[in-house]
């Protein structure tokens, strides 16, 4: 059974890039959609973006030009980094590996990572 | 604003059996299948019903998803109270090309 596994600072400055691991274990990556979801504190979930393990993306509009997602297949794991960061980007941040035909099935989630932005 | 609407709450006693709606438009559940996910306090959300109505391995049967038209339903039978949690709605939404969220509905057993 695939595990996940987030990794990263747990706190950034404003106008920082925050930057993010997520360890896959137990699994292949190939065929399937790896995912960030992040969920602001007491709030709902928002997806950030995706990364096939072939390399191609889609971003959340939304973020779109702060997001740049990458995969690295033979370390078995992808990373996440959002330049230019507020306070409104504090959240647990979560990766997930996606499947279906868009990746939109979120099957396998980590337990998630509480980035804060604060100086 | 979350693209999906679903009510904030929900509640009821252990055995009865309560439904979760989901309301979005024909950009998302109106042309794409709903997932549905739980999330218990303090952990990670967890697929719950994928592809409308369908249970991923591990998951009871008391849990059962419908999709009619621009809407969705979760229903959960037989309430225990370790189904207390949060629970979301998802679809992909062809207009903003990508997946959107319901705001959630706390469900109280």
């Known amino acids: 059974q695939v595990q996940l596994q987030e990794s990263g600072p747990g706190l950034v400055k404003p106008s920082e890039t925050l930057s993010l691991t997520c360890n896959v274990s137990?699994?292949?990556?190939?065929?399937?959609?790896w995912i960030w979801i992040r969920q602001s504190p007491g709030k709902g979930l928002e997806w950030i973006g995706y990364?096939?393990?072939?390399?191609?993306?889609n971003y959340n509009f939304s973020l779109k030009s702060r997001v740049t997602i990458s995969v690295d297949t033979s370390k078995n794991q992808f990373s996440l980094k959002l330049s230019s960061v507020t306070a409104a980007d504090t959240a647990v941040y979560y990766c997930?590996?996606?499947?279906?035909?868009?990746?939109?099935?979120?099957?396998?989630w980590g337990q998630g990572t509480l980035v804060t932005v604060s100086s | 604003q979350s693209v999906l609407t679903q009510p904030p709450s929900a509640s009821g006693t252990p055995g009865q059996r309560v439904t979760i709606s989901c309301s979005g438009s024909?950009?998302?559940?109106?042309?794409?299948?709903v997932n549905w996910y739980q999330q218990l306090p303090g952990t990670a959300p967890k697929l719950l019903i994928y592809?409308?109505?369908q249970r991923p391995s591990g998951v009871p049967d008391r849990f059962s998803g419908s999709k009619s038209g621009t809407s969705a339903s979760l229903a959960i039978s037989g309430l225990q109270s370790e189904d207390e949690a949060d629970y979301y709605c998802?679809?992909?939404?062809?207009?903003?090309?990508?997946?959107?969220f319901g705001g959630g509905t706390k469900l109280t057993v």
């Open positions: 997930a590996r996606g499947s279906g035909y868009s990746g939109e099935t979120f099957d396998s």
């Open positions: 137990g699994g292949s990556m190939s065929s399937y959609y």
């Open positions: 990364i096939y393990y072939s390399g191609s993306t």
């Open positions: 024909s950009s998302n559940i109106g042309s794409n299948p």
């Open positions: 592809s409308n109505n």
């Open positions: 998802a679809a992909w939404d062809d207009s903003l090309d990508g997946p959107v």
